[in-house]
């Protein structure tokens, strides 16, 4: 993937941020969290994606949601959560290109 939308500083800053491990976890576990969270996180723990399905229709108070509902609900949630998987994924695949050296001829 090309990524020419990020400066140099900008990769810098992300490949910083991916080498904490532990950062790089905090921040995905709260990204992750409106779409996995149903009791299901812990602390010093990764953001799995365990039992978040069982809140897909919660937000419907007061009524029944049709299958149909809960389909389009849980298609979208499924789609939202690989996008982010994806995105994070992606984050360790940013490297700032170093500046290539000209090769001169010591003859000249």
């Known amino acids: 993937m090309n990524y020419n939308f990020l400066s140099d500083a900008e990769k810098n800053a992300i490949i ?3 080498q904490n491990e532990v950062m790089y976890r905090a921040v995905k576990k709260v990204v992750l969290h409106t779409i996995t969270h ?3 996180l812990k602390p010093d723990e990764p953001a799995e994606q365990t039992n978040w399905v069982f809140g897909v229709g919660a ?3 007061g009524s029944t949601p049709s299958n149909e509902q809960l389909g389009e609900e ?3 949630s499924l789609r939202g959560l690989s996008y982010l998987e994806d995105g994070f994924k992606k984050l360790h695949d940013i490297q700032v290109e ?3 050296k000209v090769k001169t001829n010591p003859a000249v």
Do not use: M, R, V
Request: overall charge positive.
């Open 16 to 18: 910083s941020f991916c």
């Open 38 to 40: 149903q009791g299901t």
């Open 59 to 61: 937000n419907t108070i």
């Open 74 to 76: 849980l298609k979208a």
């Open 98 to 100: 170093l500046p290539k």
